[in-house]
Protein backbone atom coordinates (compact mmCIF):
# COMPACT_ATOMS: atom_id res chain seq x y z
CA UNK A 1 0.00 0.00 0.00
CA UNK A 2 1.55 3.62 -0.90
CA UNK A 3 0.27 6.88 0.32
CA UNK A 4 0.86 10.26 -1.00
CA UNK A 5 0.23 12.89 1.27
CA UNK A 6 0.59 16.45 0.00
CA UNK A 7 0.96 19.74 1.56
CA UNK A 8 2.55 22.99 1.09
CA UNK A 9 2.90 25.59 3.63
CA UNK A 10 4.69 25.66 7.01
CA UNK A 11 6.03 23.54 9.47
CA UNK A 12 2.15 23.97 11.06
CA UNK A 13 1.64 22.16 7.54
CA UNK A 14 4.11 19.25 7.22
CA UNK A 15 5.18 17.97 10.59
CA UNK A 16 1.33 16.61 10.79
CA UNK A 17 1.51 15.03 7.47
CA UNK A 18 4.84 13.20 8.91
CA UNK A 19 3.12 12.14 11.91
CA UNK A 20 0.89 10.78 10.18
CA UNK A 21 3.15 9.29 7.72
CA UNK A 22 5.21 7.42 10.59
CA UNK A 23 1.61 6.02 11.45
CA UNK A 24 1.42 4.50 8.08
CA UNK A 25 4.74 3.00 7.76
CA UNK A 26 4.14 1.29 11.25
CA UNK A 27 1.09 -0.46 10.20
CA UNK A 28 3.25 -1.46 6.96
CA UNK A 29 1.88 1.12 4.24
CA UNK A 30 4.57 3.07 2.24
CA UNK A 31 4.08 6.64 2.86
CA UNK A 32 5.53 9.57 1.09
CA UNK A 33 5.17 13.39 1.68
CA UNK A 34 5.03 15.88 -0.96
CA UNK A 35 6.16 18.85 0.66
CA UNK A 36 8.58 22.50 -0.04
CA UNK A 37 12.08 21.50 0.07
CA UNK A 38 13.02 24.21 2.47
CA UNK A 39 16.41 22.68 4.21
CA UNK A 40 13.95 22.45 7.68
CA UNK A 41 11.83 20.30 6.16
CA UNK A 42 13.93 18.01 4.31
CA UNK A 43 15.31 17.61 8.15
CA UNK A 44 12.12 17.02 10.00
CA UNK A 45 11.01 14.22 7.08
CA UNK A 46 14.80 12.90 7.74
CA UNK A 47 14.79 12.85 10.83
CA UNK A 48 10.97 11.14 11.09
CA UNK A 49 12.53 8.55 8.32
CA UNK A 50 9.92 9.45 5.84
CA UNK A 51 10.54 9.89 1.97
CA UNK A 52 10.15 13.69 0.73
CA UNK A 53 8.62 14.54 -2.54
CA UNK A 54 9.45 18.47 -3.36
CA UNK A 55 6.73 20.29 -4.12
CA UNK A 56 7.02 23.29 -6.83
CA UNK A 57 8.84 25.57 -4.95
CA UNK A 58 10.02 26.19 -1.01
CA UNK A 59 7.75 28.12 0.87
CA UNK A 60 9.75 30.36 3.41
CA UNK A 61 10.81 33.27 0.94
CA UNK A 62 7.43 33.03 -0.87
CA UNK A 63 5.23 32.64 2.26
CA UNK A 64 7.46 35.75 3.91
CA UNK A 65 6.66 38.16 0.43
CA UNK A 66 3.28 37.08 0.88
CA UNK A 67 2.29 37.39 4.45
CA UNK A 68 3.85 40.88 3.75
CA UNK A 69 1.71 42.00 1.34
CA UNK A 70 -1.34 40.01 1.67
CA UNK A 71 -3.62 42.40 1.15
CA UNK A 72 -2.20 43.76 -2.44
CA UNK A 73 -2.22 39.67 -3.72
CA UNK A 74 -3.58 38.51 -6.90
CA UNK A 75 -5.22 36.04 -5.95
CA UNK A 76 -6.87 34.35 -8.91
CA UNK A 77 -2.73 34.82 -10.83
CA UNK A 78 -1.47 33.70 -7.92
CA UNK A 79 -3.46 30.55 -7.32
CA UNK A 80 -3.30 29.85 -10.97
CA UNK A 81 0.09 29.69 -11.26
CA UNK A 82 0.51 27.38 -7.97
CA UNK A 83 -2.25 24.35 -9.03
CA UNK A 84 -0.22 24.25 -12.29
CA UNK A 85 2.92 23.97 -10.68
CA UNK A 86 1.87 21.66 -7.95
CA UNK A 87 -0.05 19.68 -10.28
CA UNK A 88 3.45 18.58 -11.97
CA UNK A 89 5.09 17.95 -8.66
CA UNK A 90 2.29 15.61 -7.27
CA UNK A 91 1.82 13.80 -10.45
CA UNK A 92 5.70 12.63 -10.35
CA UNK A 93 4.79 12.00 -6.39
CA UNK A 94 1.92 10.04 -6.97
CA UNK A 95 3.33 7.85 -9.47
CA UNK A 96 2.49 4.09 -8.46
CA UNK A 97 0.08 5.19 -5.54
CA UNK A 98 -3.18 4.08 -3.88
CA UNK A 99 -4.24 7.04 -2.13
CA UNK A 100 -3.68 10.97 -1.83
CA UNK A 101 -4.14 12.95 1.41
CA UNK A 102 -4.34 16.76 1.24
CA UNK A 103 -4.27 19.49 3.01
CA UNK A 104 -2.50 22.49 3.36
CA UNK A 105 -3.06 25.75 0.61
CA UNK A 106 -5.96 25.88 -1.37
CA UNK A 107 -4.79 26.35 -5.10
CA UNK A 108 -2.29 22.97 -4.00
CA UNK A 109 -4.98 20.78 -2.73
CA UNK A 110 -6.98 21.84 -5.94
CA UNK A 111 -3.60 20.28 -7.95
CA UNK A 112 -3.85 17.31 -5.36
CA UNK A 113 -7.65 16.83 -6.38
CA UNK A 114 -7.02 16.96 -9.80
CA UNK A 115 -3.80 14.23 -10.24
CA UNK A 116 -6.12 12.21 -8.30
CA UNK A 117 -9.07 11.98 -10.74
CA UNK A 118 -6.58 12.16 -13.46
CA UNK A 119 -4.43 9.33 -12.52
CA UNK A 120 -7.74 7.42 -10.86
CA UNK A 121 -6.52 7.57 -7.23
CA UNK A 122 -8.63 7.97 -4.44
CA UNK A 123 -8.69 11.35 -2.45
CA UNK A 124 -8.81 12.30 0.92
CA UNK A 125 -9.37 15.94 2.45
CA UNK A 126 -7.81 17.33 5.65
CA UNK A 127 -7.97 20.17 7.45
CA UNK A 128 -6.40 20.69 11.21
CA UNK A 129 -8.73 22.67 12.54
CA UNK A 130 -12.32 22.95 12.97
CA UNK A 131 -12.55 26.96 11.53
CA UNK A 132 -12.03 25.82 7.82
CA UNK A 133 -14.47 23.51 7.58
CA UNK A 134 -18.23 24.50 6.85
CA UNK A 135 -20.48 24.29 9.86
CA UNK A 136 -23.02 25.96 11.31
CA UNK A 137 -21.14 26.60 14.49
CA UNK A 138 -18.51 29.15 13.04
CA UNK A 139 -18.11 31.39 10.30
CA UNK A 140 -16.02 31.07 7.41
CA UNK A 141 -12.23 32.62 6.73
CA UNK A 142 -12.26 35.97 5.22
CA UNK A 143 -9.94 36.38 2.02
CA UNK A 144 -8.69 39.86 1.29
CA UNK A 145 -11.29 42.19 -0.29
CA UNK A 146 -14.20 39.21 0.08
CA UNK A 147 -14.92 40.17 3.94
CA UNK A 148 -18.27 39.27 5.19
CA UNK A 149 -21.72 41.83 4.63
CA UNK A 150 -21.83 43.79 7.49
CA UNK A 151 -25.20 43.01 9.50
CA UNK A 152 -25.00 39.21 8.27
CA UNK A 153 -24.84 36.74 11.42
CA UNK A 154 -26.43 33.50 10.16
CA UNK A 155 -23.61 31.11 9.79
CA UNK A 156 -25.14 29.34 6.47
CA UNK A 157 -25.89 32.48 4.65
CA UNK A 158 -22.05 33.35 5.53
CA UNK A 159 -20.88 29.76 4.46
CA UNK A 160 -23.18 29.92 1.21
CA UNK A 161 -21.25 33.50 0.27
CA UNK A 162 -17.92 31.66 1.06
CA UNK A 163 -19.06 29.71 -2.14
CA UNK A 164 -19.17 32.30 -4.00
CA UNK A 165 -16.17 34.01 -3.03
CA UNK A 166 -14.03 30.82 -3.43
CA UNK A 167 -14.97 30.70 -6.53
CA UNK A 168 -14.34 33.51 -7.32
CA UNK A 169 -10.95 33.89 -6.17
CA UNK A 170 -9.78 30.07 -7.26
CA UNK A 171 -12.59 28.67 -9.59
CA UNK A 172 -11.29 30.57 -12.78
CA UNK A 173 -7.42 29.22 -12.09
CA UNK A 174 -8.68 25.31 -10.87
CA UNK A 175 -11.64 24.83 -13.82
CA UNK A 176 -8.98 27.03 -16.52
CA UNK A 177 -6.37 24.24 -15.34
CA UNK A 178 -8.57 20.94 -15.63
CA UNK A 179 -9.72 22.12 -18.95
CA UNK A 180 -5.84 21.81 -20.07
CA UNK A 181 -5.45 18.61 -18.91
CA UNK A 182 -9.04 16.96 -20.13
CA UNK A 183 -10.96 17.12 -17.07
CA UNK A 184 -14.70 18.78 -16.69
CA UNK A 185 -15.72 22.33 -14.71
CA UNK A 186 -17.00 22.15 -11.61
CA UNK A 187 -19.16 25.09 -10.41
CA UNK A 188 -18.81 24.45 -6.68
CA UNK A 189 -15.06 24.95 -6.36
CA UNK A 190 -14.76 24.49 -2.24
CA UNK A 191 -17.04 21.78 -1.71
CA UNK A 192 -15.21 19.68 -4.49
CA UNK A 193 -12.13 19.78 -3.05
CA UNK A 194 -12.97 19.99 0.58
CA UNK A 195 -15.25 16.73 -0.41
CA UNK A 196 -18.46 16.39 1.59
CA UNK A 197 -16.44 14.03 4.48
CA UNK A 198 -13.48 15.26 5.19
CA UNK A 199 -10.68 14.09 8.04
CA UNK A 200 -10.41 16.35 10.84
CA UNK A 201 -6.98 16.49 12.51
CA UNK A 202 -7.46 18.60 15.82
CA UNK A 203 -7.95 16.77 19.36
CA UNK A 204 -11.70 16.44 20.36
CA UNK A 205 -10.92 18.49 23.75
CA UNK A 206 -9.12 21.58 22.28
CA UNK A 207 -10.38 21.87 19.13
CA UNK A 208 -14.30 19.70 19.25
CA UNK A 209 -16.09 19.40 16.23
CA UNK A 210 -19.63 19.85 16.67
CA UNK A 211 -22.43 18.26 14.56
CA UNK A 212 -23.67 20.38 11.60
CA UNK A 213 -25.61 19.23 8.39
CA UNK A 214 -23.59 21.20 6.55
CA UNK A 215 -20.83 18.38 6.57
CA UNK A 216 -20.17 15.19 7.63
CA UNK A 217 -16.49 15.13 9.47
CA UNK A 218 -14.43 12.26 10.99
CA UNK A 219 -11.82 13.82 14.23
CA UNK A 220 -8.98 11.75 14.19
CA UNK A 221 -7.08 13.32 16.78
CA UNK A 222 -4.09 15.82 16.24
CA UNK A 223 -1.45 13.64 14.01
CA UNK A 224 1.63 14.32 15.94
CA UNK A 225 4.94 13.24 15.07
CA UNK A 226 7.28 12.42 17.83
CA UNK A 227 10.15 13.83 18.78
CA UNK A 228 12.80 11.68 20.74
CA UNK A 229 15.93 14.69 20.34
CA UNK A 230 17.68 15.90 23.69
CA UNK A 231 17.63 19.59 24.29
CA UNK A 232 21.11 20.83 23.53
CA UNK A 233 23.55 20.47 26.71
CA UNK A 234 23.47 24.87 26.92
CA UNK A 235 20.05 25.31 27.17
CA UNK A 236 19.32 22.41 29.64
CA UNK A 237 21.54 24.45 31.68
CA UNK A 238 20.46 27.56 31.42
CA UNK A 239 17.02 25.56 32.33
CA UNK A 240 18.84 24.41 35.68
CA UNK A 241 20.36 27.39 36.71
CA UNK A 242 17.37 29.43 37.46
CA UNK A 243 13.08 29.11 37.98
CA UNK A 244 11.57 28.46 35.20
CA UNK A 245 11.85 30.52 32.13
CA UNK A 246 9.08 31.59 29.76
CA UNK A 247 9.36 30.79 26.91
CA UNK A 248 8.43 33.16 23.78
CA UNK A 249 8.14 31.74 19.60
CA UNK A 250 5.74 33.20 17.02
CA UNK A 251 6.59 30.17 14.64
CA UNK A 252 6.38 30.42 11.08
CA UNK A 253 4.89 34.24 11.82
CA UNK A 254 7.22 37.29 10.15
CA UNK A 255 5.36 39.57 12.88
CA UNK A 256 5.09 41.81 10.13
CA UNK A 257 2.80 44.00 12.15
CA UNK A 258 4.97 44.35 15.45
CA UNK A 259 8.38 44.83 14.06
CA UNK A 260 9.54 45.07 18.03
CA UNK A 261 7.69 41.65 19.13
CA UNK A 262 11.31 40.50 20.68
CA UNK A 263 11.94 44.04 22.27
CA UNK A 264 8.29 43.76 23.62
CA UNK A 265 8.17 40.14 24.71
CA UNK A 266 11.67 40.94 26.93
CA UNK A 267 10.31 44.03 28.36
CA UNK A 268 7.71 42.80 29.28
CA UNK A 269 9.04 39.75 30.68
CA UNK A 270 11.87 41.17 32.57
CA UNK A 271 9.71 43.71 34.04
CA UNK A 272 7.98 40.84 35.78
CA UNK A 273 11.47 39.36 37.00
CA UNK A 274 11.26 36.21 34.76
CA UNK A 275 13.51 34.30 32.99
CA UNK A 276 12.92 34.11 29.26
CA UNK A 277 13.80 31.57 26.33
CA UNK A 278 13.38 33.54 23.03
CA UNK A 279 12.62 31.28 19.39
CA UNK A 280 13.90 32.94 16.69
CA UNK A 281 11.38 31.79 14.01
CA UNK A 282 10.72 32.91 10.71
CA UNK A 283 10.69 36.61 12.48
CA UNK A 284 14.58 35.96 13.28
CA UNK A 285 13.69 37.34 16.78
CA UNK A 286 17.22 37.81 18.68
CA UNK A 287 18.32 39.05 21.92
CA UNK A 288 18.82 42.78 23.00
CA UNK A 289 21.77 42.63 24.95
CA UNK A 290 23.68 39.76 26.44
CA UNK A 291 22.23 39.45 30.09
CA UNK A 292 21.76 35.87 31.43
CA UNK A 293 18.69 35.95 32.31
CA UNK A 294 17.67 35.27 28.31
CA UNK A 295 18.21 32.53 26.00
CA UNK A 296 17.87 32.29 22.33
CA UNK A 297 17.04 29.16 20.67
CA UNK A 298 16.57 27.98 17.10
CA UNK A 299 14.59 24.85 15.84
CA UNK A 300 14.21 22.66 19.63
CA UNK A 301 12.38 19.50 20.44
CA UNK A 302 9.18 21.37 21.87
CA UNK A 303 7.59 18.30 23.18
CA UNK A 304 10.52 18.14 25.35
CA UNK A 305 10.95 21.73 26.09
CA UNK A 306 7.64 22.61 26.96
CA UNK A 307 7.14 21.31 30.50
CA UNK A 308 9.78 22.57 31.30
CA UNK A 309 8.63 26.75 31.47
CA UNK A 310 6.62 28.38 32.97
CA UNK A 311 4.48 29.95 30.39
CA UNK A 312 4.30 29.81 26.49
CA UNK A 313 3.90 32.23 24.73
CA UNK A 314 3.42 31.89 20.75
CA UNK A 315 1.27 32.87 17.63
CA UNK A 316 -1.63 29.97 17.92
CA UNK A 317 -0.60 27.94 15.22
CA UNK A 318 -2.58 24.25 15.67
CA UNK A 319 0.92 22.41 16.56
CA UNK A 320 2.27 24.74 19.26
CA UNK A 321 -0.81 24.90 20.80
CA UNK A 322 -1.64 21.13 20.66
CA UNK A 323 2.07 20.69 21.88
CA UNK A 324 1.79 23.17 25.07
CA UNK A 325 -1.66 21.90 26.00
CA UNK A 326 -0.20 18.51 26.34
CA UNK A 327 2.53 19.79 28.08
CA UNK A 328 0.00 21.18 30.72
CA UNK A 329 1.83 24.54 30.50
CA UNK A 330 -0.20 27.68 30.94
CA UNK A 331 -0.33 29.73 27.37
CA UNK A 332 -0.72 33.19 26.37
CA UNK A 333 -1.69 33.43 22.32
CA UNK A 334 -1.20 36.17 20.17
CA UNK A 335 -2.84 35.20 17.40
CA UNK A 336 -2.05 37.27 14.32
CA UNK A 337 -3.95 34.57 11.01
CA UNK A 338 -6.13 32.59 9.78
CA UNK A 339 -7.52 30.00 11.98
CA UNK A 340 -4.95 31.14 14.81
CA UNK A 341 -7.91 33.56 16.58
CA UNK A 342 -9.64 30.11 16.65
CA UNK A 343 -6.85 28.72 18.88
CA UNK A 344 -6.47 31.67 21.43
CA UNK A 345 -9.90 31.90 22.21
CA UNK A 346 -10.18 27.87 23.12
CA UNK A 347 -7.02 28.01 25.24
CA UNK A 348 -9.18 31.10 26.90
CA UNK A 349 -12.41 28.94 26.95
CA UNK A 350 -10.61 25.97 28.46
CA UNK A 351 -9.14 28.18 31.26
CA UNK A 352 -5.65 26.69 30.21
CA UNK A 353 -4.37 30.32 29.13
CA UNK A 354 -4.95 33.54 27.59
CA UNK A 355 -6.30 34.74 24.27
CA UNK A 356 -4.37 38.06 23.79
CA UNK A 357 -6.22 40.76 22.60
CA UNK A 358 -5.03 41.30 18.71
CA UNK A 359 -1.90 41.28 16.54
CA UNK A 360 -0.18 43.46 17.98
CA UNK A 361 1.09 43.11 22.08
CA UNK A 362 2.62 45.85 24.07
CA UNK A 363 4.76 45.70 27.13
CA UNK A 364 1.79 46.34 29.69
CA UNK A 365 -0.54 43.82 27.95
CA UNK A 366 1.66 41.01 27.36
CA UNK A 367 2.71 41.00 30.91
CA UNK A 368 -0.69 41.59 32.09
CA UNK A 369 -1.58 38.57 30.26
CA UNK A 370 1.19 36.57 31.86
CA UNK A 371 -0.25 38.01 35.19
CA UNK A 372 -3.52 35.70 34.18
CA UNK A 373 -1.56 32.71 32.78
CA UNK A 374 1.07 32.40 35.73
CA UNK A 375 -2.01 32.02 38.12
CA UNK A 376 -1.98 28.69 40.58
CA UNK A 377 -5.26 28.62 38.93
CA UNK A 378 -4.55 28.57 35.43
CA UNK A 379 -1.11 25.88 35.62
CA UNK A 380 -4.00 23.41 37.54
CA UNK A 381 -6.52 24.04 35.30
CA UNK A 382 -3.67 23.01 32.29
CA UNK A 383 -2.09 20.31 33.82
CA UNK A 384 -5.66 18.64 34.57
CA UNK A 385 -6.65 19.34 30.61
CA UNK A 386 -3.54 18.36 29.32
CA UNK A 387 -4.60 14.44 30.87
CA UNK A 388 -7.34 14.66 28.11
CA UNK A 389 -5.63 15.43 25.18
CA UNK A 390 -5.00 12.60 23.00
CA UNK A 391 -1.74 11.84 21.60
CA UNK A 392 -2.92 8.71 18.85
CA UNK A 393 -4.80 11.05 16.36
CA UNK A 394 -2.04 10.18 13.78
CA UNK A 395 -2.38 5.89 14.37
CA UNK A 396 -6.05 6.74 14.47
CA UNK A 397 -6.12 8.19 10.89
CA UNK A 398 -3.80 6.07 9.11
CA UNK A 399 -5.79 2.86 10.49
CA UNK A 400 -8.67 4.66 9.47
CA UNK A 401 -7.31 5.33 5.70
CA UNK A 402 -5.45 2.02 4.99
CA UNK A 403 -9.26 0.21 6.18
CA UNK A 404 -10.61 2.69 3.37
CA UNK A 405 -8.49 1.57 0.62
CA UNK A 406 -8.82 -1.67 1.28
CA UNK A 407 -12.75 -1.56 1.60
CA UNK A 408 -12.63 -0.18 -1.79
CA UNK A 409 -10.46 -2.00 -3.27
CA UNK A 410 -12.06 -5.29 -2.07
CA UNK A 411 -15.56 -3.27 -3.44
CA UNK A 412 -13.94 -2.99 -6.53
CA UNK A 413 -13.27 -7.00 -6.80
CA UNK A 414 -16.51 -7.78 -5.77
CA UNK A 415 -17.79 -6.24 -8.70
CA UNK A 416 -15.28 -7.17 -10.89
Known sequence: MRVLLSTYGS?????????LAVALQALGAEARVCAPADVEFENLLARAGVSLAPAFSPVREWAM??????????????????????????????????????????????????????????????????YFVPSTHHRPHEYP????????TDNRVLWELDIQNMNALFGGAFNNHRAMIGLPAVENVRDYIFTDHPLLASDPVLGPWKPTDLRDVTQTGAWILPDSRLLPDDLTAFLQAGPKP?????????MHASKDAANVAIDAVRSMGRRMLLSRGWADLALTDDGDDFFIIGDINQQALFGRVAAVVHHGGAGTTTTAARSGTPQVVVPQIADQPYWAARVADLGIGVAHDG????????????????TTETRERAMAVAQK???????VAAKLLLESVSTENRGLRDHA
Open 65 to 130: KAMANREKMDFPKRAAEIISAQYEAISSAAIGCDLIVATGLFPSTAAAKCVSEKLGIPYIYAAYCP
Open 359 to 374: PIPSVASLAGALEIAL
Open 11 to 19: RGDVEPMAG
Open 145 to 152: GKLHPQGV
Open 389 to 395: IRGDGAM
Open 246 to 254: IYVGFGSMP
